[in-house]
Structures are given as structure tokens and as C-alpha cells.
């Protein structure tokens, strides 16, 4: 079976056997999750079909189309972007088996342990140390921009399992248990008052060998996979019309607040609304270069910009809004998503911003990745290669 | 500039700026700065009783005669720089800069109008404020360019007791208004004039805002048949609003400098210590070029701050020009060192403990005060 | 855009392109273009001649029925791309899209208009142009902005033999005139209309301009009661006009995506090769992050060159937006990787011998054309 | 005698016994340098009387009132910049006879012979050889951007004397004489059309040993002088007065074409002339700096700031001139300097400012200076220290 009517005709007989409207949600995505049409993409047996990624839009459709249980895709979001591909890429029978079924259903909240308060760009010089004792290991350590870690149940975690070599030899990849005394997750709350994100602190933390993914000391290249998903996810996969990203708010405010007005404001606007445009048809090239099976590295170019956009027009907007630009709507500290909360004013949008530039791959990350992967250019002189990890300044 | 200008700093000014950074030191910690956006009293009116009464900087500008030091805008300047240094959440602006010049304007133009009043009441108010035992605000909307229309949001509502007149209107979000003990209140009307409003006095009602700036938390002030004594009329209140506003655009683009070269200093020392790929990352050619345009950035700032408040201290005919060079250049030399601070302090500069938040939304509501 | 355009190059369009590079690459040699510039002919007419006749450029928007290729402004764009990357010095722009664009719009107007004459005059000169046989351009002055009033520098000035018009004024700096048999030019009246006048006729005077880009060498034309043809009149007239500056904004867009892109390429070749403190200084990361930087100005200015030359194709009504994004993001894509060229080549970069001075002159001087 | 009164009490005395307009500027000039009044910080015997650089406005001003001749220090502007004070910090007392009266009487022009293709920002990386052969050395390899070769009979000459060392440690010093065969020198044409600078071509060209300044192998501390002269040389000894650099053009052309004027264009005018004007300030301040005897390192940001300024507002220009800016005077080759020239019109100043952030240091170069030693920012890793020059990759 590899056509889209084939899986078509497959989701319609799911359908007509487990009707949505009579099932509830747990029992009917557990039973399709069974029937292999969880997504076309994972593996027979567990979930999926072993078919083409590509595919999965018209088992979607069908299952829309029947009325199915929406997934709320975005609740597990690095469990169903991060964890399932390189559980499925690295993983043995017995894990997918654990966990790809209640990671899909979302019965079990995922985590991404790899960034440290000292390994940020330089994820490979993570210090979070993993030591063998028997069939377990014993995790200490800090991770730090841990997203969702409060409602995990698993953690995908990068560990130094050898200090005694160079600093990406040494590293191990483990789906790590939230749920013990060893682990404590504090709230990192940020600049626009809201904490988003986690520190996890490991205090003998204890994780069985048999929740190791891949081998001893190749973690670099588990998390290698769990990354280029996470690149994966940030091109958009249907076309945005005009005016729906920030640029929506200013034009907005400049066509409500004629008061306002000035030719200075005026120029930058319709400077920023322009490169706006330019960015949102960039967009669009890039995800017909995706659609057409071509993609290119465009999608560096894409983050770079965006950042850069978000900070320039909601600084815009708080010059426009003048007096009411220097008003927030509330400090208190809470928890909240930045995709939520871009609605709240001009003053959040421009805090929130910054970290555009930050999260994901700093801005200066990618101006390096571009500049070596795709313009060729020479790497600089590196001191850090050859050397044991645990011999490397700090 | 036909005639030149002084641009350096003069060794009163280096050692009035040592000292305010010695007590800032101390008495402006980081830490304890952050804490304080969160408590009820956002500003810190210890610190300024130090910094008002005891160095007597509530006096820096006003004349011996009225009690003050009798010194000028290039000191006060060179205060302020101190002041953005340390993100400090004091009415220094509001009251030492901006209220002074408006009362010193009145207080000139009285003077020379009638010799009859021994005490102007503009003059009483300045000696009640030279050893800082009175705070004050100007109560205009925080985004009013000097030189704009006088404000006409509020208006005389009739008579009160004791030869006073009663006010009502709104003005929104007024800065360094909340620990004022009077405010200075322009009122529509024919001819303009120039009010004063006891803070606690009856029908006076300030509504804290939540403030982009917490370090400088705004108020919206409503005055509902407010009791208010005339300080001046017609063209002297208009002169001392627009006196007011030269004076604080002046002080806060000295501000936003002292603000712009903390932010240069704190992210550099940050990039000498921190390491990435086993290398400081101040040694990534990227960061040293983008760090070295802010200096140069600020370099240029500096010498407008310097301009305007030499123009302002000599009454130099170029001073709106100076005012507007120095406002725009300072003011985008500390957005633009505050945006690279966060940025190059990586994740952790995008946190609530460290301070550089702080001195991003200083910066950026700043750049709105005064217009843009 | 409701609907989807196609932002990618097809495959023909690929192949065009492809073809072009290597004629381009052999034909059109730095060194051979530089030497150009001071030469009588700053034109290459045999490349022209090879480029519009036997590549078939110049029949590429001309409806096959007129002895074109009946192709779009897809490839139309796709080969501008090659000949910025050359800065070629042929006249393509002026015939191949502006005056083509212009015949075109009159060709349809009067097709609709009048069904008595089998060929209207605009259709007879395209179908002599489609073969490279005949070189047109349109005497407008360079900045004139798609959308901008019908200019009127030109007047009627009497009847003349042969049912012709004389014409008289001057239009300066006119693009790509210099090498044209014929002149469409627009002439202001009641009602405006465009005319046809042989680049050779009596009273027609092209005086050459010494250019800023010398590889696209302007000419001040000056007609003193010069026989020309009525092509279009009234509002086929303007439209017609309006068409020509549309298409070559649009193409000269494409142009500017071309140029910037060869600069790029060009500029990382020598940071890959040339060492400074025996590292390659393509290795420094300050260079990386700005070339890093272009490259993603130039991803940005693709999309846009691609989608105004798909609405441009499509007749679609968005046209006029996509006009101008593309305009603006291609011409500053052009003269930022110009510039940055110069700069990181160094003393070489700005030397003579260099090709890198043409492509910072043509990126500047096509920021100008069709206005900013 | 060190006082101000002294100095112009000597100038005085000297102007009574030489009436300059009784006197040949040629003769004058020699009487002048004999006289110890050529330069008050020249050495005593050679055209000076010992004493600090600052007095000698006191003297010009004397020499001013007296009527004497202009000695025009644009004529010798290598020799009175770079060569006199090298000559003086290095030379022996045969070589400062020899050279320095005639330089300062401008009867021989200087020239500096340091940059070469290959050696650029990296000077000390340069490939010129010289090589003993008994009293002489004989020279083979080329130089480039030289001003005034052509009319220049000495030249200040990096080259490199041994190369199996590290580069800084193998380069010493030469006068050359540029009046010998050996010694080609061809114009070199600039994307202006002018040929400003010039190629110098040296085969087996021959120079004494005896015009060697410093020791062997110590060429490299002695172009430290030489080049920190030139940069003394870059701030201005006076205040400017508003709209007087290339502000000025831009200004005028806004006043007197406003048939041209756009939003956009106005826009960007205002906040050009801000930033020239803050600049001039800036360059005010460092003025002042140095007449309070404080020079700071300001004068970097200021050639950052010019050369970024020059570029922007000829940019400007040709956008504000329109059509008008798609014209060049003449693109013919012929001598000329970019200070006269400059009125030329926008197309000139467009593409001769693009100079401005190359020529006597790269903004590149300027802001790694500024970033290591104003900021103290770390070097990056060097991986040309300690390697023999020969061995060095290029």
C-alpha cells in the first residue's frame, strides 16, 4: 500500500468501524494509534505504516473529514516533534513499544534535557554527568529553557558519560523518568514576567541503561536527530496570506490611531511592512521548495529574519503607541506560551521578541551555520578539538 | 557653534559622578533594583533622600540665594549618567531636572514682572525644594516634545478657598508623578497658566500604571475640582512648561548615555568570562565588531549629551537643536546597547533575575518620553 | 494573494538561464566588459545581436502569431538574472522588456479597437523586433516610477510628410536609446499619445551621456520637429507607457537579484582564497556574519523578484505591489552586495582592473531607474 | 628656552635679520631650518630646537605675522607626517643631516613603501625581500597604493631581511632611493577613473646599508612610528564649523532642487545630517581632548563614523539627483587627489568615499583595535605566532 487513495480508503474503513461520534477520545486514539494510523510515517506496529511522511496530509484530511478526535498537536509538542523521530530513528523494539503509543495519545508529556546554563551555543560541552552503577545510571547536573518539564513524564536527556574524551565523544542520549526524587523542576521565569520555561536540577537521579537510545558515547549523534527535527518544524507547511504575522498588529494601529501619525513613523512602517511581505513570500518559496522536494537552506534565512522582524515592528509599535506603548498588562509571574499570549500589547510582543533571536539556535549560530554549510566558507580556528573534555577552559 | 562649546567633563562633575557611583554601588544593587519593580513602593525614596538632601541634588540647579548649590545642567547631566547607570528608581528626573526648570522659568518671569511680592510663589516652592524636603512633577502626558502646544487636558472648574481655584481634567501617565509631594499643572484656558496642586490634597487621584518601566513607574493623574494655587500665566507658564521639557529631554539623554555605557561595560566584562568552544566568547570576531560600533555608537552619543547640556547651562540660542541631537543620539545608543546586552548575554539575559531587563525597558521608555 | 503563485524557477526557465551563463561566461568576460566601458560602442551589439536573434531573447514575451516565443516574464526575469550577473552591456532591458512591453499593451489596445487594419503599427514593429532584427526603446527619463503622470517633456510641433506628427523636446538621460533604431516616445496633448520615430531620422539628436554605469550608457535624446508615427492614443497611450516602466522595473529587479548574487558568489570565491594572517579571511567571523547576512537579504529579494515577475505574467491584480517590493528588495539586495563586495576585496576591490567597481555602478545607477 | 614668549621672541629675532619679502622662499626656508625654527620639536642641529610639539603653534603664528613664506605641508606630506618623525625617533646624526632639511624645504618629496598586494591588514606579513650584498642590500618584490611615488626621491621602505624567522621578527627598515633603475613605478587606477596611487616595482634594486633606520630585523617597531604618525595626523587641530564636511552637499542640493523632494528622502536627509552633525561634535571633542593634553581613543569611532557617513550621504546624493546622479563628470585617467577633487559631484563622492573604510587602516581593522584595545575584549587564536614567515600558509 503506498498511494494516497490506499491510506485514504484504509482511514475511511477505521472510520466506519470506530465512529467518532460514539467513541471517546482515549479509546478511539488508542485503537487508531493499533490499526497503524497514528501517523503514516512510524514504523508497522507502531503506529504507523512505514510509509512517506508526505503522505500523512491525506490520512489527516480523511480523518477530518470522518469527524475524528482532534490531537491538539501542540500539547506534546516535543514528544510528536523531538521524541518520536529519534525514538523511531534509535530506539529498540521494547522502547517504541513503551512509548510511542502514549506519546502519541499525549498520555505522557515529553521534555528535552540538552541545554545547560554552561553549554548553550556549545551544547557539545554540556556538563551533566551520567555515571554507570550497575544497570542504572546516576544523572547530576543542571539543564536549563526546559519547555514543558512541569508536565513531563519523560525527558530526552544528553549526558556526559565520559569525561576523558573529546567533548562530543563523551556524550550519552537517555529518555530519563520526571517523576522521581531525583529531579526537581523550578520555574525560569523571564524578562516578560512569565515563566515558559524550567531549570532541572538532577540530584542522583537514577536512569536505567535499558532507557539508553543508541550506543554508549554516540549521543551526539542521537541529539543530532532530535535537532534537525526541531529545525524541521519551523517552516510553515501551508501559506500564510498578507498582514496575519506582526506586521498585523502595526498596520493595524496605524490605520486605528490617526492621531498618532508621523512621517518618520510613516517611512519605518511602510519600510518594515514591505520586508514584512518580502518575508512572508520567502516563506511561501520555501515551503513550495519543500513541497516540490527540493528544500533548500532557506530556512535559516527565514529564522533569521523573523526574529529580526518581531523585534523591529513590535519596537515600532510601542513608538507609535507613544504613551500607551510604556503600559504593561501584568507583571505577575504565570505560566503561558508566547504563541498564546502575542496577542497581549505591544510591550509583551516587544519582551517577548528578544528571545526570537535566542531560542532555537541563536541568530549568531546561524549566521556561522549559513555562512560555513551554505556559502562554503572556511570554519574558524578551533582549540577545542582533541582535547579531553574535562581539560577544556571554561 | 560659532563660538566653542566645553565638551569635557570638568573635575566637579568626575567627582560629583564618583561619588553618586560609589552610593549607587551600594545603594542601587542590581538585585535589589529587580526586587524593588516588584513591591508596592516601586521607587526607592530612602535612596533619594540620600541623593536629594544629603548630596543635594535636589538643590544642584537652583541658586544659593533660593538655598540651592547654584550649579547647572552640565552637572546635573553628568548626575544622570550615574542615574542610568544604575537603572536607580528615583524622582531625580521628574523633580531635580525637569519641575526645577519649570519653577525656575516661572520664578525668573515673576521676578521680572513684579518687584512688589518679596517671594515669588514659584521661588518658595524651589527653596522648600533645594534641600529636598519637596518633590515635585510636572503633570503633562510622558510623550510631550518640548516645544509642543501647551497641554489642554485639564481646565479651571471654578473658585476654592483661600483665593485658589479648583481643576479638573486627566492627564495619563505622568512620570516620576507617585512619590511627588506637589504637582505642577498646566491648564487650558485664556490665558494658559501654570497650577499648583497639593498630591494629597482633596479631589487629586493618582492610579499607578503598570509601567514598562517599573524602575519609573507611571501614574495617571485625575483631578476632580482639585484645590490649585497659580504659579504662572499666559507666556510664563508657557515658557516654563517648555523649560521643564529642555531640561528633562536634556537630563534623560544623559541618561539613557550613562544607561548605554553600563549596558556596553556589563556585556563586555560578561564576554571576557564567559566561555563557549573553549574561548572566552568576547574573542568571537562577530561580538568584538558589533561591541566595538556600540562604543563608537556611544562615543558620538557622548559628545551630544555633553552639547546639550553645555547649551542648556550657557542659554546657547542652538540649545533646541542640541536638545534634539542629543535626545535622538543618546536615546538609540541606549536601546541599541540595552538589545545587544540581552542578546549577547545569551538565555540568561532573557531572565527576571538578571538585570539587563531592566535596563531595556528603562531604555525603550525612555526613547518615548519627551517624544520621539 | 489569495491564490498560489509559483515562486520556484521551472525547469525552462532553468535552462534559459543556464544557457545564458555559459554564452555570458565566454562573451562577456570582466576584463572584455571593463575594457568596453571606454570604448566608442559601450554597447556590445554583437553579444546583442547573438543574445536577441539567436538565443531568441527578443522575441521572448512576443506572441508566437507576431514571430515571437510567446514565453512570460517568468523567463524574461530568469535571463535578466544572468545578464546582471554579467552586467552585461546589451540593450535588453530597454527592447526586450520595456519597449516590447509598451508595443505589446498598444498592440492589444488597438486589436481590440479597431478590427479594420489587419497589423496595427505596434504589432508590425513587434513582429520585426522578434527576430532581433529591430532594437526599440522608450525615451522616458530614467527615474520615471511605473504609475507616474504621462511625461510630458515632448510636444507635437506640426504635421510632417507622409501622414506623420513632428515632434519636439527633450528627454534626458534616456536608458538603453543609445543603440535603438527606433524611439517610442510619449508625447503630451489633448489627447496624449505615444509615436514611433526612427533613431535616424532628421531631427532626432542622441547626444551620449557620460554614465555612472557605462555599461548601461545613457543618451539625452533631443527631437526638433522629428517625423514620427502615432502608435497609441489617449489612455492606450498611457497605458501602454505604464505597461513598459511595469515590465522594466520588473525585469530590472531580476537584474538586480542576478547582480547581487554574482557579487555574493565573487566576494566568498576571494574570502575563500586570499589569506591575512595565514588564515583564509573568509575565516573571520565578522566576515562571515555580514556575507551571512546578504546571503539572507538575497533569499528574501528572490522571492520577491519571482513573485512580481509571476503576477506581472499572470496579469494578475497584485501586480503593482509585487512591482515595487521586488524593486525595492532587489535594488537593495544589488547595491548592499555591491558595496560589500568592494569593501571585502579590499584595495583590489577598488581598483579599475577589478570588475567589482561595474557591478557597484550598476547596482547604483539601477537603484535609480524606474524611480525609488 | 622653553616658554611660548621665549619661542616668539626667537621667531621675531630671526624674522628682523630675514625680511621674507626681501628674502627667496628657497633661501628663507634654509635660514629658517638653520636657524633651529623649521619645527620647535625637531632636534637642535637639525631644523628644531628640542622642544614639545604643542609650542610650535606659537611659532607658526609669528612666522604667520612676519609675512614669511607658506611652506604648503600638503606638498611633502609623507615626509613632514611619517618620514620626519621616524627619522628623528630612529635615525643617526649622518641621516638626519642628510634628509631632513631637504625634506622639510620640500626639495625632495617622500613616499612610504609598506602596503603590497599580498600584505594588506596584515602588514607584517609582507613579501619584499632585501638581501645583503656587502655594504647594500638588494631589493626584489612590489608595493602598491603609494602616494606620490611618482614624484617622490625617497622612499620609507618595509622589507623582508629574513624570512626563516617569525614575520614581526624578519622585516627591517630602509630609506630607498626611487631615482635608480631598479625602481619602476605605474600608476594605479582607481574605480574613479584617477590614478591617485601608485604600483612600485622593485628589481634587484640597491640600497645602502647606511640608510638603514633601526637595527636588523627590527623594522617592524619602526613602522609602529611611522604609522602612529599617520593616524595622529587624521584629527583635525581646530574646530569645524556646522555643514562644513559632506553634509554640506547633501544640504544644498535638498535647498535648491525641492522639485525632487520625497517623504522617504527627507527622512533619511534629517537623520543624516543629525549624525554628521553629532560626528563634527564628536570630532569637536576629541579636538578638545587633545589640546587638554587627555587624547582618547575616540579618534577610531571618528574615522569608523566618516567613512560610514562619507558612503551614506553620496548614496543619498545620487538618489536626491535622480537622473541627474546617473552622470559623471569624466571617467579619463589623470592624476589628482580625492581632497580636491571632491566637488567633482555625487557619482565622484559615491565611489571615492568607498575608500574612506579601507585606505590608512579598514574598518575592519579598526574595530577589531577598538574592540581589543579600548574594550580589552580577547584576541582570537593566532595560528601565525611562533611560525617562521616561509612557513606560513598564504
Known sequence: ?394 | MAHTVDLLYSDTERTLAAALADLLSSRAQASDVVARTEKPDTYDLDLWHTVAAEIGLAGLLIPEPLGGAGASYRELAAAAEQFGAAVAPIPYLGSAAVATAVLLSAAKSSAQRTESAPVSPAAGLLRRMADGELTAALAVPPATLPGAAFPASVRVAGLADGGMTKLRGTIPAVADALPADVLLVPADGVPNALYLVEATAPGVHRTPVTSLDMTRQLCDVTLDGAPARQVAVGPAAEAAVDAGLMAGATVLAAEDLGLAQRCLDMTVAYLKERHQFARPIGSFQALKHRLADLWTMITQARAASRYAAACLADGDPDTPVAVALAKSACGEAAVAAAQECVQMHGGIGFTWEHPAHLYLKRAKASSVLFGT
Open chain 1, 1 to 394: 500500500m503506498t498511494t494516497d487513495t490506499d491510506l485514504r480508503d484504509r482511514v475511511r474503513a477505521f472510520l466506519a468501524e470506530h465512529d467518532p461520534a460514539a467513541t471517546p477520545a482515549a479509546e478511539f486514539n488508542s485503537a487508531r494509534f493499533d490499526a497503524g494510523l497514528a501517523a503514516a510515517h512510524y514504523p508497522v506496529g507502531h503506529g504507523g505504516l512505514g510509509l512517506s511522511r508526505t503522505l500523512q496530509s491525506a490520512a489527516d484530511e480523511e480523518f477530518a473529514k470522518g469527524g475524528a478526535h482532534d490531537l491538539d498537536p501542540r500539547r506534546n509538542v516535543i514528544g510528536l516533534g523531538m521524541a518520536a523521530p529519534t525514538i523511531i530513528a534509535f530506539g529498540t523494539d521494547e522502547q517504541k513499544t513503551r512509548w510511542l503509543k502514549p506519546l502519541w495519545t499525549a498520555e505522557e508529556i515529553w521534555c528535552q534535557l540538552f541545554s545547560e546554563p554552561g553549554a548553550g551555543s556549545d551544547l557539545a560541552g554540556l556538563g551533566t554527568r551520567a555515571v554507570k552503577d550497575g544497570d542504572e545510571w546516576v544523572v547530576n547536573g543542571q539543564k536549563v529553557w526546559t519547555s514543558l518539564a512541569h508536565e513531563a513524564r519523560w525527558g530526552l536527556l544528553l549526558a556526559r558519560t565520559d569525561p576523558d574524551v573529546p567533548k562530543h565523544a563523551g556524550l550519552s542520549y537517555f529518555v530519563i523518568d520526571m517523576h522521581q526524587p531525583g529531579v526537581e523542576v523550578r520555574p525560569l521565569r523571564q524578562l516578560t514576567g512569565q515563566a515558559e520555561f524550567n531549570e532541572v536540577f538532577f540530584t542522583d537521579a537514577r536512569v536505567p541503561d535499558a532507557n539508553r537510545l543508541g550506543d554508549i558515547g554516540a549521543g551526539w549523534r542521537v541529539a543530532q536527530t532530535t535537532l534537525m527535527n526541531e529545525r524541521v518544524s519551523i517552516g510553515s507547511s501551508r501559506s500564510v496570506p498578507r498582514e496575519q504575522s506582526a506586521i498585523a498588529f502595526a498596520a493595524a494601529e496605524w490605520r486605528t490611531r490617526p492621531e498618532l501619525r508621523t512621517h518618520e513613523l510613516h517611512q519605518r512602517l511602510l519600510r518594515l511592512w514591505a520586508e514584512a511581505e518580502v518575508a512572508r513570500l520567502a516563506g511561501e518559496r520555501l515551503r513550495q521548495q519543500l513541497a516540490a522536494g527540493v528544500p533548500g537552506p532557506e530556512g535559516s534565512a527565514a529564522k533569521l529574519v523573523f526574529a529580526r522582524l518581531n523585534q523591529e515592528i513590535s519596537g515600532w509599535e510601542i513608538d507609535f503607541a507613544a504613551a500607551d506603548g510604556l503600559r504593561y498588562d501584568d507583571w505577575t509571574m504565570h505560566r503561558g506560551s508566547a504563541a498564546s499570549d502575542y496577542t497581549r500589547g505591544p510591550g509583551y510582543r516587544y519582551l517577548r521578541s528578544r528571545a526570537n533571536s535566542i531560542e532555537g539556535g541563536t541568530s549568531e549560530v546561524l549566521r556561522n551555520i549559513i555562512a560555513e554549510r551554505v556559502l562554503g566558507l572556511p570554519a574558524e580556528p578551533r582549540t577545542d578539538t582533541g582535547v579531553a573534555w574535562k581539560d577544556l577552559p571554561r
